[in-house]
């Protein structure tokens, strides 16, 4: 069964420094691996997803992220902390053998906190 | 381009009363669907999915239920509210297909207390 590890509850950083939000996964074959913003009292929306090819994949809001096989990782990454970027942000894997249903297996989470 | 609508935004009911929330998708035809919870500000629940018309799959035992009467429609329901079904619902689509590498996107969700 594939599973998806977030082991930071809560991140802070300083508005200007970079940030790093740790994702780790498991799965059986290759993965694809997602990253999803949540704001309070909104939905998911989605930043940037791992297919194939390129370790570092570049998203929105000038997020990206490397994967690395070796490691079963997918940190979520930004040079320049915004106080914007406070969130709560979710990494999620997909096992491409698991059919049409498409299902995701979401993390835990993790707050970022960007202060001034 | 899609869109995806959710409603009501919020929602107090007391326990023991029934449940509709419902979802639309615009822009697409024949997505997959989903319902989650999230619990806490944290972690989703995958509740139901379906990859189409009448066709729903449960994923944990509870006291809800999902349908799909139209192609971009789906229905998450309960005959009788616990105070355990508060929480915020999240309905989500995606493109179908055995190897789609397409994310699902999420509404807005709906916050439901139970009283």
């Known amino acids: 069964a594939q599973s998806v590890a977030q082991p930071e509850d809560q991140v802070n950083v300083a508005e200007g420094n970079p940030l790093t939000v740790k994702c780790t996964y498991s799965?059986?074959?290759?993965?694809?691996l997602f990253w999803y913003v949540q704001y309070p009292n909104r939905g998911l929306q989605f930043l940037l997803k791992y297919i194939t090819g390129d370790n570092l994949v570049k998203g929105s809001y000038g997020f990206e992220a490397e994967f690395n096989k070796s490691q079963t990782s997918f940190h979520l990454k930004k040079p320049s902390a915004l106080v914007s970027d406070s969130a709560l942000y979710f990494c999620a894997v997909r096992d491409p053998k698991t059919g049409t249903a498409s299902k995701l297996t979401f993390g835990t989470g993790t707050r970022l906190q960007v202060t001034l | 381009s899609q869109t995806i609508h959710q409603w009501p935004a919020t929602l107090v009911q007391p326990v023991g009363s029934p449940l509709s929330l419902e979802c639309t998708v615009e822009g697409t035809s024949n997505p997959n669907l989903y319902w989650y919870r999230q619990a806490a500000g944290r972690g989703l629940q995958l509740l139901f999915y379906s990859v189409g018309i009448g066709q729903i799959s449960s994923e944990v035992p509870q006291n809800l239920s999902a349908s799909r009467p139209q192609d971009r429609q789906f229905i998450l329901s309960s005959k009788k509210l616990l105070l355990s079904d508060s929480g915020f619902y999240l309905c989500?689509?995606?493109?179908?297909?055995?190897?789609?590498?397409?994310?699902?996107?999420f509404g807005d969700g709906t916050r439901l207390s139970i009283l």
């Open positions: 989500a689509w995606s493109v179908i297909g055995a190897h789609s590498n397409q994310p699902q996107h």
């Open positions: 799965v059986s074959g290759n993965p694809y």
